[in-house]
């Protein structure tokens, strides 16, 4: 079976992969349960764990997936033909974070 956290080269990789999954887990876990204050079954333990749960789950199944889908983000290419010399992620934040600016800068006013 394969266990895609599990690295034999690197003894101390599997552990930070723990540490990093929890600590992301919690995190989100803290955003739903506290910020937007969800009721999520088990409370904030219960929601660690079913986000623990989800991540891994999804790192599992779809890892190589989501990390091609990202780098053809960063590097845009059909084939071996480069299709963009831009990092698409990198614009699509850019455009977000200048529009949330003005945003905040104009007291959220909303359109009539």
Known sequence: MFFPLA????????LMDIIFILALSMLVSYYFYYYK???ILGGYIGATA???????????FFHKVIRDFIMWLM????????????NLIVI???????????DVLQKKRRRE
């Open 7 to 14: 690295n034999v080269s690197a003894p101390w990789t599997l």
């Open 37 to 39: 204050k969800k009721e």
């Open 50 to 60: 079913i986000a623990s749960f989800g991540s891994i789950l999804l790192f599992a």
């Open 75 to 86: 590097s845009p290419k059909i084939g071996t033909i480069q299709l963009s010399n831009v």
């Open 92 to 102: 699509v934040i850019g455009a977000f974070l200048s529009l949330f600016i003005v």
